[in-house]
T-cell receptor, first 115, second 115 residues
Framework: EAGVAQSPRYKIIEKRQSVAFWCNPI?????LYWYQQILGQGPKLLIQ????????DSQLPKDRFSAERLKGVDSTLKIQPAKLEDSAVYLC?????????????FGNGTRLTVT | AQSVTQLDSQVPVFEEAPVELRCNYS??????LFWYVQYPNQGLQLLLK??????LVKGINGFEAEFNKSQTSFHLRKPSVHISDTAEYFC?????????????FGKGTKLSVKP
């Protein structure tokens, strides 16, 4: 099966600019997650979708971050405006469902550098 | 709230030697425990998980981990490592009432296997 696809792989922007990341989960996976992984840290959940509905966005900085999952398949994560502290790898993951019997499948991530 | 402590940020080891990566967790409720591996420039991949049953859990690539409730530990072991095991390893915890979106990851341990 094809894995979780993410693009772009790398992005360099200046602070106060905007940026968008795209994720295509594994076909049939109802649950989609966006994580932020800062250098030297483990991944931190930003938002979880079940189909096209938001399950958990409690750790999403909503003043600058937004995410959508139209039609319950692909998802985009946007940052506007970016800050220096947003420099991180943004990981997308998907699973058949949100329960623990379905393992998380991660994409290779988008490495964002904000200068 | 749960937390995870990975006691070693870096572990250098020679090829064919045994290795143990240490993980301790803190939680006031029953938990599920996981180990993920991240190869350079890739997303995370599930190595193994403890949900219930036997406290000795076997995973992929010859890794195993033992859940010790009294010590609140979930150390990862491999009796003989290969160069290809060079990667970063993340321990993660979630309370049993949550979903995979509630996973709390440790800061990671970089395993470096030398010839």
């Amino acid at each position: 099966e094809a894995g979780v696809a993410q693009s772009p792989r790398y992005k360099i922007i200046e602070k106060r600019q905007s940026v968008a990341f795209w994720c295509n989960p594994i076909s049939g996976h109802a649950t989609l997650y966006w994580y932020q992984q800062i250098l030297g840290q483990g991944p931190k959940l930003l938002i979880q979708f079940q189909n096209n509905g938001v399950v958990d966005d409690s750790q999403l900085p909503k003043d600058r971050f937004s995410a959508e999952r139209l039609k319950g398949v692909d998802s985009t994560l946007k940052i506007q405006p970016a800050k220096l502290e947003d420099s991180a790898v943004y990981l997308c993951a998907s699973s058949l469902q949100g329960g623990f019997s379905s393992p998380l499948h991660f994409g290779n991530g988008t490495r964002l550098t904000v200068t | 709230a749960q937390s995870v402590t990975q006691l070693d940020s870096q572990v250098p080891v020679f090829e064919e030697a045994p290795v143990e990566l240490r993980c301790n967790y803190s939680s006031s409720v029953s938990v599920y425990l996981f180990w993920y591996v991240q190869y350079p420039n890739q997303g995370l991949q599930l190595l193994l998980k403890y949900l219930s049953g036997s406290t000795l859990v076997k995973g992929i690539n010859g890794f195993e981990a033992e859940f010790n409730k009294s010590q609140t530990s979930f150390h990862l072991r491999k009796p003989s490592v290969h160069i290809s095991d060079t990667a970063e390893y993340f321990c993660a915890v979630s309370d049993k009432g949550g979903s995979q979106g509630n996973l709390i990851f440790g800061k990671g341990t970089k395993l470096s296997v030398k010839p």
